[in-house]
């Protein structure tokens, strides 16, 4: 039986995987813009349909506010945000974590009984089940309690990846490097 803290590799050899505060912006104002865009159409259509027809300036308008309010809040919630966006690190002591605006969450390698990837592009997320539940560690910090889903008495972790630098396929390596029976 191992270790719950058993040395797997050099003591340098940590991984770091972050979301860059760029690509999350460009992220969030894309999905905005295109939500945005389509409720001021709906607005748009439904003036139309109650018999109010919009005129030059109502288009004009609701063109600056297709440009501008994604803009705007985008970068809000990116302040919000700012430093506590979702993190990864791989180590020899285990796999350390943290979902956006979440606490940060310590499972050594003796703990993990399964990772896996779900979804796709920047909404991917990654699924870390541990063998136990108090296998795991919830640190201190600000931030709402971590992300977790829970099936029949089964415990899992979730982060989200999607835009983590480097990406998830170097992501799911580095962690079947550590894990290459669990990846």
């Known amino acids: 039986m191992a270790h719950i803290d058993q040395v797997l590799g050099p003591a340098d050899d940590t991984v770091t995987f972050f979301q860059p505060r760029a690509m ?13 865009s389509v409720c001021l159409v709906l607005h748009l259509l439904i003036r139309l349909v109650m018999g109010y027809p919009p005129t030059a300036g ?4 609701s063109l600056e506010l297709a440009l501008i309010v994604p803009v705007v809040l985008a970068a809000l ?16 002591h285990g796999l350390d974590f943290a979902a ?11 703990g993990v009984a399964t990772v896996s990837l779900r979804h796709w592009g920047p909404f991917r997320e990654l ?21 977790m889903r829970r099936r029949g ?4 972790y979730l982060v989200d990846v999607g835009l983590m630098s480097p990406g998830p396929d170097v992501l799911i390596a580095e ?9």
């Open 58 to 61: 109502d288009l004009v308008t």
């Open 100 to 110: 956006t605006g979440r606490k940060p969450v310590h499972l050594p390698w003796a």
């Open 153 to 156: 008495g089964e415990v899992a």
């Open 24 to 36: 999350v912006y460009v992220t969030m104002l894309w999905v905005i813009a295109a939500v945005w």
């Open 127 to 147: 699924v870390v089940t541990p063998v136990a539940e108090d296998f795991a560690t919830i640190g201190d910090g600000p931030g709402r309690r971590p992300r």
């Open 175 to 183: 962690l079947h490097r550590r894990l290459p029976t669990k990846v």
């Open 77 to 92: 919630i990116l302040l919000v945000a700012w430093r506590r966006l979702g993190w990864l690190h791989s180590s020899m």
